[in-house]
């Protein structure tokens, strides 16, 4: 039981990462209803412009965060202007091809953005001061494992999803983001810059996808495996709906806990490996069941 | 001048209904059949064959495979690698283990194994569409070639899921050098193509269509749209499939499942956003381009090297193919949706007229 529950916790605050990507995808298609499958490549570029400021130019990591951050506003507002903006109006298919060229483009800045500063591509460590070791007392009075730098990383999460839920409700820009969200005609009649509108959530899903790749570098180092990641955040979209923020927490956490489970308790029977395909199974599965997912709104089609 | 109909008349059904009405079109099929059957093989070298023309062929039959799905019914399918893995897997198999079916056969077997697996994996098409629908291919995407690895009965026991293509033997006679293949290849491309072009513009093709355009009000007027979407899958994994065999048999000769893996997929994709989505031509140019693409930049790069003397760090080849797939690929969906198939078209309608103004 002790062992269920110490993989049960690991696959939860695993599922907490695969949230802090998910959240990047959530905020575009809300705003812009693009599913934007460049997310992925944009966290693999945030995390190795962070890496090489903070190792060529020896920028303390506030300056580097700062920088990578305002790499990334750039890197969204260029996105919405050159990319989105001529596509408007075009079918989600044609947008979400769009974006899987989009990251193909990323990938490629990205890596040769690595191979100028470093001249290869092998992985660069990201240190945040989080040791991958196990919590002290946990072990010493449950006696579990439950790894320092996971829960570092679900407190990081916590806090994002509370400050983008206060921005989304407070503030006078999440407000209007909302209304974007809701319905773009209406809210372009009541006055709402759409233009702006979506610059600025290109920019907020920048600054998601630099968080999410501190942390996932932090944990695996800077490497082209981290679009990867965004892979799996897809299956947790699916699972918890592509509109609602909350179903991208309780996505992750049912797909990192499930993953994590049937590796251990069902990968024996099978050879194992089955990390690598079981979210989209089970995601394929639930969507046969739930099409709109847990907290998606349900679509009504008219001819 | 040159691509003029006036004056051709058709007089029975049979002329109306036939698959190239234009006596320009019927001639240009013609002559291009005449090039790639007689005249490549007589100026191409082994480099060509086996680099080039052989990869082309096949990318060109999955290409279409995917064009059948995406353009035609509308279905975005991120596992057409992974049918085609099925395909070649299947073929080794039917190979190995029934002893005397003609080369030929398992293929087509090959095909129909993954079809039936690209049906099963259409079924959510049933339920979901779009990006969801993109999500569910990709399950197939991991999923296959983990099962082909896993299971050893699929690579006869080999180490990590390898399967090595058995020689290819026609009645008897062996197709081993790289023009052989070729001509075998395209062969089994050029028949499948054709059989493409009738089907889309049979009552399946059509309804395809309709389900694309819109489903729901496909299904209004009468069309079935669990028939046609699953159609759609099976028809475009058979493709697929058959893609994978000569991939496997034409083109590598020793496949790892995992090498028909998710990029393999985007590259198939591509081939038909920048071809042409909806146009058999276009599932050709677009393979055209993106096999030639890389080989391009190579060489690009490689003047622009010893031009500037730039100490270029190794790698970067493959990262600027990256950008440049994902440049092209956001530039033909904002230019030109239709892609090269559709300039094609533009330059027929000029053809048409020059040099005369009307």
Not at chain 1, 144 to 167: C, I, K
Not at chain 2, 149 to 165: C, D, E, L
Request: charged content about 10%.
């Amino acid at each position: 039981m002790q062992f269920f529950f110490e993989v049960l916790i690991g696959g939860l605050l695993a599922g907490v990462m695969y949230s802090l990507v998910a959240l990047g995808f959530v905020l575009i298609f809300k705003a812009s209803g693009v599913f934007n499958f460049a997310q992925g490549a944009m966290v693999f570029f945030a995390a190795l412009v962070f890496v090489t400021l903070q190792e060529k130019l020896a920028a303390p990591f506030w300056l580097a965060f700062a920088l990578t951050l305002v790499v990334m506003v750039l890197v969204g507002i260029l996105t919405e202007r050159v990319v989105l903006r001529p596509l408007v109006n075009q079918p989600q298919i044609s947008l979400f091809m769009a974006t899987i060229g989009l990251a193909f483009f990323v990938e490629g800045a990205a890596q040769l953005v690595q191979l100028w500063a470093f001249r290869d591509i092998s992985p660069r460590p990201l240190a945040l001061g989080f040791q991958d070791a196990p919590i002290d007392w946990l072990l010493a009075r449950f006696n579990m494992l439950v790894s320092r730098f996971d829960a570092f990383a679900a407190l990081v999460a916590g806090a994002l999803v509370a400050a983008l839920a206060l921005f989304f409700n407070k503030t006078r820009v999440g407000r209007a983001l909302r209304a974007v969200a809701d319905d773009h005609q209406a809210a372009l009649s009541v006055g709402i810059p759409l233009k702006y509108i979506w610059a600025i959530v290109w920019s907020v899903a920048g600054f998601v996808a630099l968080v999410a790749g501190l942390m996932w570098g932090a944990r695996s180092g800077v490497q082209f495996a981290l679009t990867l990641v965004a892979l799996k955040a897809l299956p947790v979209l699916i699972l918890g709906g592509f509109e609602s923020i909350a179903g991208a927490i309780v996505g992750g956490l049912i797909i990192g806990a499930a993953e994590k489970l049937a590796e251990v308790y069902l990968g024996p029977y099978v050879g194992g490996g089955i990390e690598g395909w079981f979210a989209y199974v089970l995601a394929l599965l639930f969507l046969l069941v739930r099409p709109e997912g847990l907290f998606g709104e349900k679509h009504i089609d008219r001819v | 001048m040159f691509y003029r109909e006036a004056g051709q008349f058709r007089t029975s059904y049979a002329a109306d209904q036939q698959l190239f009405a234009i006596r320009q079109d019927r001639l240009a099929v013609l002559a291009l059949l005449a090039v790639a059957f007689v005249g490549v093989p007589l100026a191409a070298n082994d480099y060509w064959f086996t680099a080039i023309l052989i990869p082309f062929l096949v990318f060109s039959l999955a290409a279409l495979g995917l064009n059948i799905l995406t353009g035609y019914a509308g279905q975005l399918s991120l596992g057409s690698a992974a049918f085609m893995a099925v395909g070649a897997v299947a073929a080794y198999n039917l190979e190995l283990r029934v002893p005397g079916l003609p080369l030929l056969a398992s293929f087509i077997l090959a095909g129909v194994c993954a079809a039936l697996v690209g049906a099963a994996f259409g079924l959510p098409s049933l339920r979901i569409k779009g990006f969801y629908l993109a999500v569910a291919t990709l399950a197939a995407q991991f999923f296959i070639p983990w099962l082909l690895v896993k299971v050893g009965w699929f690579s006869n026991y080999s180490s990590s899921g390898v399967i090595t293509a058995q020689p290819m033997e026609i009645l008897g006679y062996v197709f081993d050098t790289p023009a052989e293949k070729y001509l075998l290849v395209l062969t089994v491309v050029a028949l499948l193509a054709l059989a493409a072009k009738n089907m889309v513009r049979s009552a399946v093709g059509r309804a395809w269509m309709a389900v694309r355009d819109m489903d729901v009000a496909a299904e209004v007027i009468g069309i079935r749209i669990v028939r046609t979407k699953l159609t759609a899958f099976a028809v475009s994994s058979f493709y697929c499939g058959v893609a994978g065999a000569l991939y496997a048999y034409a083109y590598v000769g020793t496949v790892q499942p995992e090498d028909l893996n998710l990029d393999l997929s985007f590259r198939i994709l591509f081939m038909v956003i920048i071809g042409g989505v909806g146009s058999i031509l276009g599932s050709f140019l677009g393979a055209a381009f993106i096999t030639l693409l890389p080989i391009f930049l190579e060489v690009l790069l490689t003047f622009l090297e010893h031009r500037f003397n730039l100490n270029l760090a190794p790698g970067t080849t493959s990262m600027v193919q990256l950008l440049a797939f994902g440049a092209l690929i956001v530039f033909f969906l904002i230019v030109e949706p239709l892609g090269l198939a559709r300039l094609w078209q533009i330059a027929k309608e000029k053809l048409r007229l020059w040099p005369f103004p009307h």
